[in-house]
């Protein structure tokens, strides 16, 4: 089964503009997290997407926001890139949103660079 | 205070070598409790989880919850160079899905 696919995997861009990252669960799966990860924070959650519906939101700003597809991929946008939002941006799926299979399983990320 | 607490190391063990790796939460509605393993420029991979109070072996890999003193920790038995990596604890609290993670402990097997 082909695990969760994340493009593009590299990008850089300048301050003030934006960018959509782009993720494809598990085949099944219908549950998709993103996640940030800095040398300086680690790993912080970003939001969370069931059903197209944003379940859970993380401490972050305006500035990030995402949806969900019917198909269960997902995408995340970051407007107006400041240099602080280089990062690795990581989505996770899982089979369910509740009850048991709450694992959740990386993608290989998109790495951020803003200049 | 951080809500998942893992000593940053770096930690060295030799190889064939049993590595410990701990990890403290302070939120006690805290429900399950993830191993996941990081090698340098890649992404996480999942490499145990755990949901009851106790010891939950698969191969090589022990883990150990003990939710009265929200402590959660994993065993590396038999320690190989391949194991060298950063190790991330991970856990969600109550219904909320979100994993909240420790910064790492960085690990090294040495041949």
């Known amino acids: 089964k082909a695990g969760v696919t994340q493009t593009p995997r590299y990008l850089i861009k300048t301050r003030g503009q934006q960018v959509t990252l782009s993720c494809s669960p598990i085949s099944g799966h219908r549950s998709v997290s993103w996640y940030q990860q800095t040398p300086g924070q680690g790993l912080q959650f970003l939001f969370e997407y069931f059903s197209e519906t944003q379940r859970n939101k993380g401490n972050f700003p305006g500035r990030f926001s995402g949806r969900q597809f019917s198909n269960s991929r997902s995408e995340m946008n970051v407007s107006t890139l400041e240099l602080g939002d280089s990062a690795l941006y990581l989505c996770?799926?899982?089979?369910?949103?509740?009850?048991?299979?709450?694992?959740?399983?990386f993608g290989p990320g998109t790495r951020l660079t803003v200049l | 205070q951080k809500e998942v607490e893992q000593n940053s190391g770096p930690l060295s063990v030799p190889e064939g070598a049993i590595a410990s790796l701990n990890c403290t939460y302070s939120d006690r509605g805290s429900q399950s409790f993830f191993w996941y393993r990081q090698y340098s420029g890649k992404s996480p991979e999942l490499i145990m989880f755990i949901y009851s109070n106790g010891d939950k072996e698969d191969g090589r890999f022990t883990a150990q919850l003990n939710k009265a003193s929200q402590y959660v920790s994993l065993l590396i038995r038999d320690s190989q160079p391949s194991d060298s990596a950063t190790y991330l604890c991970a856990v969600t609290a109550g219904s909320a899905r979100q994993l909240t993670f420790g910064s790492g402990t960085q690990l090294t097997v040495l041949p």
């Open positions: 996770a799926s899982s089979l369910t949103l509740q009850g048991g299979n709450n694992e959740q399983f």
